[in-house]
């Protein structure tokens, strides 16, 4: 706790040595331009940083403790209160490791309907980097823009699923409802308009004066640090390695789409920024070939195993036995077999990563989240030294993080 | 001699309207709320979707300040840790008078489903609420309606006095 009446200021693990004008920052952990709670103490010399330290734990609740304690289906809302901006990577990455636990084999359909989702979030995740990005460096035009396609999305989402933001779309051994009316044209329009938007984007930022000073060659990451920080996602592939989950170890129906994946060698925060706008642009190219694949599919949505998985409601009401095991469910929760398994995924941010250890039990016996987020912000202590106050906005912007993510 | 006289009560009466130093203050007070932003966890994006392009929250008014100096309305919006309980305290301290709080989500509310170690069951329990926001995440609409809400309550105060002190849980 901090005392008053002293002038040193007095913070827990941590010890300043000053002997010189060095002055310490504090920014955050209530900033508008930190994306969340992060609060980093930044050590200056003038307006040079010389050292930066991330202090983290604002927004720690307590979720793989809570995992713990939860039946497996009852931990699926949570998930969503991760990375909130992409909520339905949260719930796959969670319904996958649970389903690779178990042995479930998803139906066709529901693995469409999950592949739109997942690619719908991406693109809401991207946009939403670029609006706010934009809007801490000072472009606010983009960010009503960007916020604008986002909205689009979102209605698409809640016709789906009813939610906007904290989706809870994705089940554990499928997804629990089909498509509705008009979703898949409502998607083609939504489609169709995005590469004139995306352009104008980029017409706005990517011949603007102030964009590319704030953004070329500030924050350099380069391959070795990004690889020993741990990165992954666009931080990881902006350094020059191409790494993309989606394509090294193929979940879902990606090795059935043609997608590319962006690399850029430089390293800056303008190669990231050049990356998301690929990137979206390839996420509107897989959920064309995907909503092909819709049509010839047959219309199962959960995975049939009675033993996990609540059978359809039709069987529910009709027969005696599945509505009893529907009810041992519900109350008691499924029992994984013993074991442990590590499932990850590329969130829109990174590798997301669960690990599960389950002992038979109907309660995971330990949940490890490997959230992208963490990572990246911890690179910030190598990153931000010798650049200057205002890159640490575009910096952090570029890194992408948030919070729920990073502290759980 | 021009045989002019007004007859102040004919025709609409007085180009004047009559009302309280009250009434004005507070009229002027509620139409333009100026907002901390206090965006803590998932209920701060659609705080922002509200002050974005659909949602338009300048349309009443609200414009999201960053400094508490500047701010008379304080959006909580997402959980509050008790990491984070210290200078949430502090800011609402630092927002001059007269100041108001929306809680916006289960968790600002109560802790919503984060019932642990970490997380402060209810931001009433730090400083004193005006208006209850439920939802997890709450829409943008509600968010609205909320500040709406909040201007009728505003407008029943009176404004002279200095705010009594309002009630910790």
């Known amino acids: ?408 | 001699m021009a045989q002019h006289q007004v007859n102040y009560l004919k025709d609409g009466g007085l180009p004047v309207a009559l009302t309280t130093i009250d009434k004005v203050v507070n009229w002027g007070r509620s139409n333009s709320l100026w907002a901390l932003t206090y965006g803590l966890a998932c209920c701060g994006i659609e705080m922002m979707a509200s002050g974005a392009s659909r949602y338009d929250f300048d349309r009443f008014g609200t414009i999201f300040r960053a400094s508490p100096r500047q701010a008379e309305l304080m959006i909580v919006a997402g959980t509050l840790t008790k990491k984070h309980a210290e200078f949430i305290r502090r800011l609402y301290d630092q927002m001059t008078e007269p100041k108001w709080v929306i809680s916006m989500g289960s968790c600002a509310n109560t802790g919503g489903m984060f019932n642990t170690y970490a997380t402060v069951q209810g931001v009433d329990r730090v400083i004193p609420v005006d208006l209850y926001l439920p939802g997890c995440a709450p829409r943008p609409e509600t968010l609205q309606y909320a500040v709406l809400l909040l201007q009728q309550k505003i407008r029943r105060e009176s404004a002279s006095r200095a705010q009594k002190p309002k009630r910790l849980m």
């Not at chain 1, 995992?67 to 497996?72: F, Q």
């Not at chain 1, 946009?127 to 035009?141: E, N, S, Y």
């Not at chain 1, 790494?243 to 990231?272: Q, T």
Request: overall charge negative; charged content about 25%; glycine content about 6%.
């Open chain 1, 1 to 408: 706790m901090q005392q008053p009446n002293r002038l040193r200021p007095f913070f827990e693990n941590i010890t300043f040595d000053r002997s010189d004008n060095e002055l310490i920052l504090n920014f955050g952990p209530q900033h508008p331009s930190a994306h969340g709670q992060l609060r980093l103490m930044l050590h200056l010399q003038q307006e040079q940083i010389t050292k930066a330290h991330p202090d983290i734990g604002y927004l720690h609740r307590g979720m793989e403790k809570m995992a713990e304690n939860m039946i497996y289906n009852e931990f699926m809302p949570t998930t969503d209160r991760m990375d909130y901006i992409a909520s339905s990577s949260n719930n796959y990455g969670f319904a996958l490791a649970v389903e690779k636990l178990i042995g479930l084999e998803v139906p066709r359909r529901a693995k469409v309907i999950r592949m739109m989702l997942l690619e719908m979030n991406r693109l809401m995740s991207h946009l939403f980097w670029l609006a706010t990005t934009a809007l801490d460096i000072g472009a606010m035009t983009v960010f009503l823009f960007a916020f604008r396609e986002r909205e689009y999305l979102m209605d698409l989402i809640e016709d789906y699923c009813g939610a906007r933001l904290t989706h809870a779309a994705i089940r554990i051994g499928g997804v629990p409802l089909d498509l509705p009316d008009n979703f898949i044209a409502d998607l083609r329009k939504f489609l169709d308009k995005l590469p004139e938007n995306i352009k104008d984007y980029e017409d706005l930022l990517d011949s603007n004066r102030i964009w590319k000073m704030r953004m070329e060659n500030v924050g350099v990451i380069s391959k070795e640090m990004a690889l020993s920080w741990g990165c992954s996602g666009i931080m990881l592939r902006a350094s020059g390695i191409e790494w993309d989950i989606r394509k090294e170890e193929p979940y879902e129906l990606y090795d059935e789409v043609e997608f590319n994946v962006p690399v850029s060698d430089k390293g800056d925060n303008y190669a990231r920024y050049k990356l998301y706008m690929a990137e979206m642009r390839e996420s509107a190219k897989i959920l064309h070939q995907v909503i092909d694949m819709y049509a010839d599919t047959t219309p199962e949505l959960m995975a049939h195993a009675p033993q996990y998985i609540s059978a359809p409601k039709i069987d529910i009401m009709t027969q005696n036995y599945s509505l009893m095991q529907h009810f041992v469910l519900v109350t008691q929760g499924m029992r994984p077999p013993v074991g442990e398994v590590y499932v990850a995924t590329e969130s829109p941010k990174g590798e997301l990563g669960y690990y599960i250890n389950s002992q038979g039990d109907a309660y995971p016996y330990r949940l490890k989240l490997r959230a992208p987020s963490f990572w990246h912000t911890g690179i910030l202590t190598d990153l931000l030294p010798g650049h200057y106050i205002p890159d640490v906005v575009a910096i952090i912007g570029t890194t992408n993080i948030v919070f729920g993510e990073v502290d759980r």
